[in-house]
């Protein structure tokens, strides 16, 4: 019998050392991560919570999107950086535009249907994201009308809207 016992103790010894040296170099790393200096933090809040209750809708800043509206989350669209809810009511068509400004966007709600430059019909689903250099002239989107399409936006400079009508746009695509 005190073989036996003897026996199962040798196996449990190495066990018990990796086991022990496994939380001590997990302790260990633990400590060196908590020295690290934590980065800069700017004077606006580090954590932002936004419900429907708090957001502040407008309509959005050109008069030729119907039914669109906005709401800014952080930031400040006329100076930039910015980040925006925009809501198109239902059926509405967002009409060819340009921004002076990179646009990133996540589409959260609704559908968008279009046509590419060659006719192509496409349809943008929840969960589509779109990275918007400056002067890409984008839309010509009708929100589905199986509801409204809610989008995220971020802009890095002052925003802006221009119609691909204008004068000034780019023709970029």
Not at 8 to 21: G, K, N, T
Not at 95 to 120: A, C, M, N, Y
Request: aromatic letters at 8%; charged letters at 20%; a neutral charge.
């Amino acid at each position: 019998m005190p073989s036996t016992l003897n026996c199962q103790l040798v196996r449990a010894v190495p066990i018990l050392i990796v086991f022990s040296a496994a939380v001590l170099g997990f302790t260990a790393k633990v400590s060196v991560a908590q020295e690290k200096t934590r980065p800069f933090v700017t004077d606006q809040p580090a954590f932002s919570h936004m419900t429907d209750e708090n957001l502040r809708w407008r309509p959005c800043v050109n008069s030729a999107l119907k039914g669109c509206e906005a709401a800014v989350i952080r930031g400040d669209p006329t100076t930039g950086p910015a980040e925006v809810f925009v809501r198109v009511q239902a059926g509405n068509v967002v009409p060819e535009i340009w921004h002076s400004t990179l646009e990133r966007g996540l589409l959260l709600q609704g559908k968008f249907v279009g046509s590419d430059p060659q006719g192509k019909e496409f349809v943008v689903t929840p969960g589509a994201y779109w990275y918007m250099p400056a002067g890409v002239t984008h839309g010509g989107v009708r929100c589905s009308n199986e509801g409204p399409c809610l989008m995220y936006e971020r802009y890095e400079t002052v925003f802006d809207i221009n119609l691909v009508d204008d004068a000034k746009t780019p023709q970029r695509r």
